[in-house]
T-cell receptor, first 109, second 117 residues
């Protein structure tokens, strides 16, 4: 069964410091991975997906199949990055998308 | 176009009462998900509808929870004999399924905040 693990419930960093939100997944095939974000009082929304290989709001994430990881990174945290971040995995066919339990990022001014 | 809508936005109910939460997905989206978001618990999957396939109910926490999707569009999540631990924000999301670039993203509704007193 597919599984997504986000080991940190809360990550606090200072403004300007690098950020890494960890995501590990369990799936033997070729997964599709996503990061979703929920800012305060806003809807949960897609941040980025590994297929598009793009940088959104300065965030990037690289799929590492060897380590089964899809960590989200940003070199310099901004206060507006404070939000709840969820990693999600899709394993193909009619399978549902599986979300991790989320990491709350708190950027300290 | 219109996004995913949910109603009511807030619901306060007494323990033991039944509640119905409604989700209107984006028109044409074949996939519909229900999640529960509790403080400190993150996003908990409840149920998944995909087209005419049998729903994936593996996330429903007890038989007090049920959901249906009529005509492949609107969905209703029903919680019978509500308990205080059912208090949470219930989120609905829809997706078109697949695009040329892979699986489509999920579009989330604003949620229904359920409080059981």
């Amino acid at each position: 069964a597919q599984r997504v693990t986000q080991p940190e419930k809360l990550l606090s960093v200072f403004k300007g410091a690098p950020v890494e939100l960890k995501c590990n997944y369990s799936y033997s095939g070729s997964p599709e991975l996503f990061w979703y974000v929920q800012y305060s009082r806003q809807r949960l929304q897609l941040l980025l997906r590994h297929i598009s290989r793009e940088s959104i709001k300065g965030f990037t994430a690289d799929l590492n199949k060897g380590e089964t990881s899809f960590h989200l990174k940003k070199p310099f945290a901004q206060e507006e990055d404070s939000a709840m971040y969820y990693c999600a995995l899709y394993s193909g066919g009619y399978q549902k998308v599986t979300f991790g339990t989320g990491t709350k990022l708190q950027v300290i001014p | 176009g219109a996004g995913v809508s949910q109603s009511p936005s807030n619901k306060v109910t007494e323990k033991g009462k039944d509640v119905e939460l409604r989700c209107d997905p984006i028109s044409g989206h074949t996939a519909l998900y229900w999640y529960r978001q509790s403080l400190g618990q993150g996003l908990e999957f409840l149920i998944y509808f995909q087209g005419n396939s049998a729903p994936d109910k593996s996330g429903l926490p007890s038989d007090r929870f049920s959901a249906e999707r009529t005509g492949g569009s609107v969905s209703t999540l029903t919680i019978q004999r509500t308990q205080q631990e059912d208090s949470a924000v219930y989120l609905c999301a829809s997706s078109s399924g697949w695009t040329t670039g892979g699986i489509d993203e999920q579009y989330f509704g604003p949620g229904t905040r359920l409080t059981v007193t």
